[in-house]
Nanobody, 116 residues
């Protein structure tokens, strides 16, 4: 059983940056699907970024502003968020799976608030 813990959320002004981290309780070496999702109040959870062995997918709303990456040595996945907008305000969740369609794991989320 893998446990995921997100961190790095907080309050930031529009145009600012944050880096979210997702630390796994064990090795992520065999996890090939890494993702960040977000859920804003009153909205459905949406995929923000997904990292696969041979491709990376970003939601149109974050392309050019967000970057997903992984550090196997630290068992951690990151989401660098730049040029933040008020509409980026949401709870952000980390998701991992060994392969697409397999059992996946979720963190409990970290809140990002973009406001002046």
């Amino acid at each position: 059983q893998v446990q995921l813990v997100e961190s790095g959320g907080g309050l930031v002004q529009p145009g600012g940056s944050l880096r979210l981290s997702c630390a796994a309780s064990g090795s992520i070496f065999n996890f090939n699907v890494m993702g960040w999702y977000r859920q804003a109040p009153g909205k459905e959870r949406e995929l923000v970024a997904r990292l696969l062995p041979s491709s990376i997918h970003y939601a149109d709303s974050v392309k050019g502003r967000f970057t997903i990456s992984r550090d196997n040595a630290k068992n951690t996945v990151y989401l660098q968020m730049n040029s933040l907008k008020p509409e980026d305000t949401a709870f952000y969740y980390c998701n991992m799976a060994r392969v697409l369609g397999a059992k996946d794991y979720w963190g409990k989320g970290t809140l990002v608030t973009v406001s002046s």
